[in-house]
């Protein structure tokens, strides 16, 4: 099976950065689309970007040209580059992978354990 890792988070004031990590591993995957989610508290978890094995990147028009993805395609890892950070931007983050079995094409969506980050003002 997949499993997905995620890795930083943490405290930060208005303005500052953070960067998180996310690395998925499974054998007979191929990892065709990361990126990123987020919940905020009382609120519906929402796309924040994702990136595909083709290098496409598409993300939420809230952080639009604050944030930036990237992945590593040879270690299966993604991550996420936080910037000008707002109090709005505090929420849980979870690590998205949509995986394809290469023995059969079926795809199946993974989640990681998701990593808290809180922007004070």
């Known amino acids: 099976q997949v499993q997905v890792v995620e890795s930083g988070g943490g405290l930060v004031q208005a303005g500052g950065s953070l960067r998180l990590s996310c690395a998925a591993s499974?054998?007979?995957?191929?990892?065709?689309?990361m990126g990123w989610y987020r919940q905020a508290l009382g609120k519906q978890r929402e796309l924040v970007g994702t990136?595909?094995?083709?290098?496409?990147?598409n993300y939420a028009d809230s952080v639009k040209g604050r944030f930036t993805i990237s992945r590593d395609y040879a270690k299966n890892k993604v991550f996420l580059q936080m910037s000008s950070l707002k109090p709005e931007d505090t929420a849980v983050y979870y690590c998205?992978?949509?995986?394809?079995?290469?023995?059969?094409?079926?795809?199946?969506?993974?989640w990681g354990q998701g990593t808290q980050v809180t922007v004070s003002s």
């Open positions: 998205y992978v949509n995986a394809r079995n290469i023995n059969n094409n079926l795809r199946f969506n993974y």
């Open positions: 499974g054998s007979m995957f191929s990892f065709d689309v």
């Open positions: 990136a595909t094995s083709g290098a496409i990147t």
